[in-house]
């Protein structure tokens, strides 16, 4: 089976750096995600890594391990609209099959 | 504007009595999901197609049918509900092959069962 594991809360201040971590089991992998999503609304794709290595768009970046089975999201010069909820997606072998991690929710402070 | 469309977005019913909500998206995405979020538990995949009369058991697929007659649309239905089915329930569409891409979500449908 999958099995994907993030921790539930984090607390950081604003303009500051965090790192989310998510480390996964799979059956094949194609793929990790990381979606964002606000209290009450749908998840937003925020990045993809199929690779190892590091992936960067803007203020947020993600890494990948295929060998450890871990990815993090960092988040920099964090703004109070940050404030959410991330969730990791590993892809496995079966291309309909997504499994979420049950998220971790950011809280930022001034 | 490319969406995911569910309606509705709200409903408080009872049990036993069948509901049907409906999902439509105009990307001319290949794959269509259904999930539910509940507190704690995250996402959980309910059912998903990978194209048109190709539909598939995700994880929670107890108590719930779907039907994929046409590309865009891909209804959940309950047959007949239980409070246990209480939750936010979310379709989610991709190009392609599937959950290798990422996911478009609708805005989600919370559901209460009484």
């Known amino acids: 089976g999958q099995n994907i594991d993030q921790p539930t809360e984090m607390t950081a201040t604003e303009g500051a750096i965090v790192q989310i971590n998510c480390t996964y089991q799979t059956s094949g992998f194609n793929g990790l995600f990381w979606y964002q999503q606000h209290a009450g609304e749908a998840p937003t794709f925020l990045s993809y890594?199929?690779?190892?290595g590091l992936e960067e768009k803007g203020r947020f970046s993600s890494f990948l391990s295929r060998s450890k089975g871990y990815s993090y999201l960092l988040l920099k010069e964090l703004q109070m609209k940050d404030s959410a909820s991330y969730l990791c997606a590993a892809a496995g072998t079966n291309a309909g099959k997504s499994t979420f991690g049950d998220g971790t929710t950011l809280t930022v402070k001034p | 504007e490319a969406q995911v469309t569910q309606n509705p977005r709200y409903l408080i019913t009872v049990t036993g009595k069948k509901l049907t909500v409906t999902c439509s998206q105009n990307?001319?995405?290949?794959?269509m999901s259904w999930y539910r979020q509940d507190p704690g538990l995250g996402l959980r995949q309910i059912y998903y197609?990978?194209?048109?009369?190709?539909?598939d058991k995700g994880d929670v697929p107890e108590g719930y049918k779907v039907s994929r007659k046409e590309k865009r649309n891909f209804p959940l239905i309950l047959e007949s509900p239980s409070p246990n089915q209480t939750s936010l329930y979310f379709c989610?569409?991709?190009?392609?092959?599937?959950?290798?891409?990422?996911?478009?979500f609708g805005d989600g449908t919370r559901l209460s069962i009484l």
């Open positions: 890594n199929v690779l190892d």
């Open positions: 990307m001319n995405h290949e794959y």
């Open positions: 989610a569409s991709s190009p392609g092959t599937g959950v290798r891409q990422p996911q478009h």
């Open positions: 197609s990978m194209n048109v009369e190709v539909t």
